[in-house]
Structure formats: C-alpha cells, structure tokens
C-alpha cells in the first residue's frame, strides 16, 4: 500500500485516467475529488464490501428446485381493447440521470 501526504488542493494521478484531488480537511474527515471516464465505477470501500458480501452469499445459496414449483403462475397480461389501446404507452415522467461518479453531500 503507498501512504502520501497531500494538502489541500495537490492532486494524485493513478494510471493516467484517475485523478484524485483533496478538496477539505477538517479535523478528522478528508473531503476528496475523483475524477474519472464513466468506464470506471466509484465506490466508498463500505459499499463495495457490502456488494461483495451479498454477491458471494448470492452465489452460495441454494435454490430448492421443489420449491418453485408450488410457486403460482404468472398471470396473463390483459387484452388490449380499442383503438385507444394501440398507441404507444406514455412514459412517466423520469427522474433526472445521477452521474454514479458524483457523491452526494450528507
């Protein structure tokens, strides 16, 4: 592991596509700037444990095939009727896009 000290403002760059900037320290908390192509994912190290955890549990479980059967069958999608029925569905209106790259204030 490399341990570097920086101040505010200095920069680290990793692999020529990753730059991270310190923004703010304040007493124990240091406040930093990634910036990276969309290639990338971004992740605070809890969260990215917390995704390993679940996928390795996920990946263990076992799914009792018995089971499934007893599940009930999925019903049929109602007809349409009427000329009203042929147009395109309208789209709700849609949350603006999050940029994943991009942490959110608490």
Excluded: C, W, Y
């Amino acid at each position: 592991m490399l341990m570097i000290s920086r101040r505010v403002g200095e920069r680290i760059v990793i692999g020529g596509d990753v730059e991270v900037t310190i923004t703010e320290i304040h007493r124990r908390t240091v406040r930093i700037a990634i910036k990276t192509g969309k290639a990338q994912k971004v992740l605070r190290g809890e969260v990215f444990d917390s995704i390993e955890r679940a996928n390795r549990l996920a990946a263990e479980s076992v799914i009792d095939e018995a089971s499934l059967g007893a599940l009930p069958a999925a019903a049929p999608a109602p007809a349409a009727e009427g000329p009203e029925s042929s147009a395109a569905p309208q789209a709700s209106p849609a949350a603006p896009p999050v940029d994943e790259h991009e942490e959110v204030a608490r």
